[in-house]
């Protein structure tokens, strides 16, 4: 799962607009190449901008604790 550090429009998503705080990709949209993924991530775009970046889900709690 990413997190939105920049506002963006996403050209392959019929410019939907993602604002910062938000989830990519949004939850209806179609998924992203990793060829995308690293376009938005590591800033390798037109514009040289990181827009995403990767957040780690926290484990589920699978232990008992009765």
Known sequence: MYKVVSNFRDAKDNNRLYEIGDEYPAVEAPKPTKTRILEL??????????????????????SDTD
Do not use: L
């Open 41 to 62: 991530a590591k800033g390798k775009n037109p514009y040289g901008v990181v827009f995403i970046e990767e957040i780690e889900e926290a484990p589920e709690n699978t």
